[in-house]
């Protein structure tokens, strides 16, 4: 399994509609992890942080299943500025370096 | 409160010269880190310095690629005679240190000629 693997999409849906990304990680020790966006062509700008079981903030809700060692973002009521590349992060264990996915593409089509 | 700022945002350069990049982390951060992002890829953590010490650089090429973080002035990504394959996004990020939010610059966009 890669450190950290996600769908790369694209994942073209409608305004208003739910949508979720999942993302797998290898090191089971690892205690935190978070979401960034990604717009084209602009910096990584952080979107949740999740340290327990999981994180909501508004239509945004991130959700932790140690055992299975994935991490999920879901995304309700989709507008159409929620476009951009999603990136899941994970810190190396007892290291600071953040190994980045890939990132999971969201179009939100009108 | 100034965020992480990066200079120059694009750098054109002809095989063979040198890249300097700069980084001035945001106010009250003393942890620089480097990351490349290709096109079509993920960002790829480089170097993980604090002042005056690099701290982790096991994602640094051996060969061309330097970075400091001098007790004074900004973090810099030196690459000494640039190939074709360095063409890429540069970014920056800090934070306070440990394992927390790290905050980026908007990059530096390097193309090779």
């Known amino acids: ?110 | 409160n100034a965020g992480v700022m990066q200079n120059p945002r694009h750098l054109v350069r002809r095989r063979g010269q040198e890249a300097r990049l700069r980084c001035s982390p945001m106010k009250g951060h003393s942890h620089v880190y480097w990351y490349r992002q290709l096109p079509e890829e993920g960002l790829k953590f480089m170097v993980y310095l604090q002042k005056e010490n690099i701290i982790d650089e096991s994602g640094m090429p051996k060969e061309r690629f330097s970075a400091e973080f001098p007790k004074e002035g900004p973090s810099i990504l030196r690459i000494q005679q640039v190939v074709r394959g360095d063409s890429a996004a540069y970014f920056c990020a800090s934070s306070s240190g440990g394992i927390g939010e790290q905050f980026f610059g908007p990059g530096t966009r390097l193309t090779v000629l």
Do not use: H
């Open chain 1, 1 to 110: 399994r890669k450190e950290v693997e996600q769908d790369p999409g694209p994942f073209n849906v409608p305004e208003g509609a739910t949508v979720a990304f999942n993302c797998t990680y290898s090191n089971s020790a690892s205690q935190s992890f978070f979401w960034y966006r990604q717009d084209c062509r602009k910096e990584p700008k952080l979107l949740m942080s999740v340290y327990s079981s999981g994180n909501e903030d508004g239509r945004f809700t991130a959700q932790l299943n140690r055992a299975s060692q994935y991490i999920s973002l879901l995304i309700r009521d989709s507008k159409l500025s929620d476009s951009a590349t999603y990136l899941c992060v994970v810190p190396r264990p007892g290291n600071t370096p953040l190994v980045f996915g890939k990132g999971t593409r969201l179009s939100v089509i009108a």
